[in-house]
């Protein structure tokens, strides 16, 4: 991991959070009291997801290398229409198929915005139920093509948005779960039926502008979250991750392992137990 670590001291991405452009005063200690506040008696049940997953490069193989070395499962959201064979290969040299920690599902079809007003989603109110249909289905047939039993029935929608009628085709095609920040949108049946595997963090597409306001806001957002009985989901974007944000989530995630404090989930536990 030495090798990865000091690759990840070189990362400055196009894109990033103000809150992770340089270290913050005391940020160790700050994210340290906070899982020393967690209970000792009821274990936090916490889960990661990685986003927009499609061409690897130095952000993923040193996420993968971060995850392997701590142990702990990463849920991984695949862009189908982004896949090629030498982007296959080059994928799953950092995250082979034979390792459970991998959680591969599908993140949409091509991640393109349809929505003509109001907040992005590739399949909003605005998209009619057949051409949902035909790109979830071309999504989800690529996918098994690759993945075969490896691939989990779990659906996230990109930019966390969808629409009663892409329930409703999720729930045709064999889907058992969606991944989301917010509630699912009201369905009829059996599409209600469908789970959500809530995100409750978001730590890489942070829009505030003060980043020493908004890491006492991740902080405590953590924590809050850490604090539920149920389980906490984290999102990560690993494109937009400078040195701070791989400094932090490995941070994150020794303190938690170390801690005693924390169950860590994968997204097929999360479909076997509720």
Known sequence: MDKEKQGWRLRNPRVSSPLWHAPLPKWRRHLEDMVQRLSARNQARVFFRADDIGAAGQSFDTLCALFREHGVPLALAVVPAWL????????????????????????????????KTGKKSEFGDQRPLEKQWRDIWHGHMKLLDIFHDRLLPVFTPPWNRCSAATLEVLVRLGFQAVSTTDPLPKAGKPANQLRNLRIAVDLHTRKHHDGAADYAALVQELGAALSKDTPAGIMIHHQRMTSFAFDFLDELLRQLRLSGKAEFLSFQDLLKNP
Do not use: F, I
């Open 84 to 115: 090629s064979d030498a982007r296959m290969t080059r994928l799953l040299a950092s995250a082979p198929m034979h390792e459970t920690l991998w959680g591969w599902h599908q993140h949409g079809w091509r991640h393109v915005n349809w929505q």
